[in-house]
């Protein structure tokens, strides 16, 4: 499976960035995670084939995960962003069923990854 993700970019503090993936067949359980510099990739949202949805809590009401099944793709859709939403977005999937929240060691494919930055 490949995933292609799209979408970052840079943004004052309080914009939005909608980032999108393009998975080359259906999966059923996706996952959005984020790296910063140094620091460890931690899972942001996910979304399995029953549309169960989970977020973490730094991000609650503020992103939206949700995704097309006929496109193939996983969407994520930020608002209020902040400074500390910055880091590499990564694009997760995996065929078989894994724990909410799912550490990244969970999920077999990964896209390359898009930048988020966000300036105050």
């Known amino acids: 499976v490949q995933l292609e993700e799209s979408g970052g970019g840079s943004v004052q503090a309080g914009g939005s960035l909608t980032l999108s993936c393009v998975a080359s067949?259906?999966?059923?359980?996706m996952g959005w995670f984020r790296q910063a510099p140094g620091k460890e990739r931690h899972l942001v949202a996910q979304?399995?084939?029953?549309?169960?949805?989970y977020y973490v809590s730094s991000v609650q009401g503020r992103f939206t995960i949700s995704r097309d099944n006929n496109k193939n793709a996983l969407i994520l859709q930020m608002g209020a962003l902040k400074p500390e939403d910055t880091a590499l977005y990564y694009c997760?999937?995996?065929?078989?069923?894994?724990?909410?929240?799912?550490?990244?060691?969970?999920?077999?494919?990964w896209g390359q990854g898009t930048q988020v930055t966000v300036s105050s």
């Open positions: 067949e259906y999966v059923p359980y």
């Open positions: 979304i399995n084939g029953y549309d169960d949805l």
């Open positions: 997760a999937a995996n065929p078989s069923w894994v724990p909410q929240p799912a550490a990244a060691s969970e999920y077999k494919y």
